[in-house]
T-cell receptor, first 114, second 113 residues
Framework: QKEVEQDPGPLSVPEGAIVSLNCTYS??????FMWYRQYSRKGPELLMY????GNKEDGRFTAQVDKSSKYISLFIRDSQPSDSATYLC??????????????FGTGTRLKVLA | DGGITQSPKYLFRKEGQNVTLSCEQN?????MYWYRQDPGQGLRLIYY???????QKGDIAEGYSVSREKKESFPLTVTSAQKNPTAFYLC????????????FGPGTRLTVL
């Protein structure tokens, strides 16, 4: 079993829809959770960063962490064609050496249709 | 502009050759990372460095080498011992004080001919 599981998609939605992207994980030591957006042949761009459980909102984006279920989500409201990209989740424990080693999901490809 | 730069954007290599990928950051970040991205797989960690003159192997370090002589620079050498080097290589950095967000460069696409 992979440490982080993410549905590869593709996920196709009409413009204006609410999008829900999800990752599950198996390592209860993960404390830091991130979502990245990656356009084709570009580097990932950090969208959201959360620590521990709870919700965080930034504009049209909401990140949700449920540590009891080992499940994280990214919601995109009023989705736009420019949101079409691959979305990567990433997470990290705090290692005893003070380092951070990030584990990534395989990414979900999202297509927002105009 | 602050950020992470990688060069070149595209790189072609013949089998048996070593190549070096450049990564430079002006974010004053202490930690730097190299990842490899292949279709259908998540990013896999090659090497990481917390401070100058120190670095650790990641999950797939075989066939790769790095150096960290300056805080701003973390070059990656893909050696001829790497059996399947064709991939998209991503450099990242992170501050070690306070926040733990990791930021990425634009990537280098390496193709072995």
């Amino acid at each position: 079993q992979k440490e982080v599981e993410q549905d590869p998609g593709p996920l196709s939605v009409p413009e204006g829809a609410i999008v829900s992207l999800n990752c599950t994980y198996s390592n209860s030591a993960f404390q830091y959770f991130m979502w990245y957006r990656q356009y084709s042949r570009k580097g990932p761009e950090l969208l959201m960063y959360t620590y521990s459980s709870g919700n965080k909102e930034d504009g049209r984006f909401t990140a949700q962490v449920d540590k009891s279920s080992k499940y994280i989500s990214l919601f995109i409201r009023d989705s736009q064609p420019s949101d079409s990209a691959t979305y990567l989740c990433a997470m990290s424990p705090l290692l005893t050496s003070g380092t951070y080693k990030y584990i990534f999901g395989t990414g979900t490809r999202l297509k927002v249709l105009a | 502009d602050g950020g992470i730069t990688q060069s070149p954007k595209y790189l072609f290599r013949k089998e048996g050759q070593n190549v070096t990928l450049s990564c430079e950051q002006n974010l004053n970040h202490d930690a730097m990372y190299w990842y490899r991205q292949d279709p259908g797989q998540g990013l896999r960690l090659i090497y990481y460095s917390q401070i100058v003159n120190d670095f650790q192997k990641g999950d797939i370090a075989e066939g790769y080498s790095v150096s960290r002589e300056k805080k701003e620079s973390f070059p990656l050498t893909v050696t001829s011992a790497q059996k399947n080097p064709t991939a998209f290589y991503l450099c990242a950095s992170r501050t070690t004080s306070g926040h733990n967000e990791q930021f990425f460069g634009p990537g280098t696409r390496l193709t072995v001919l």
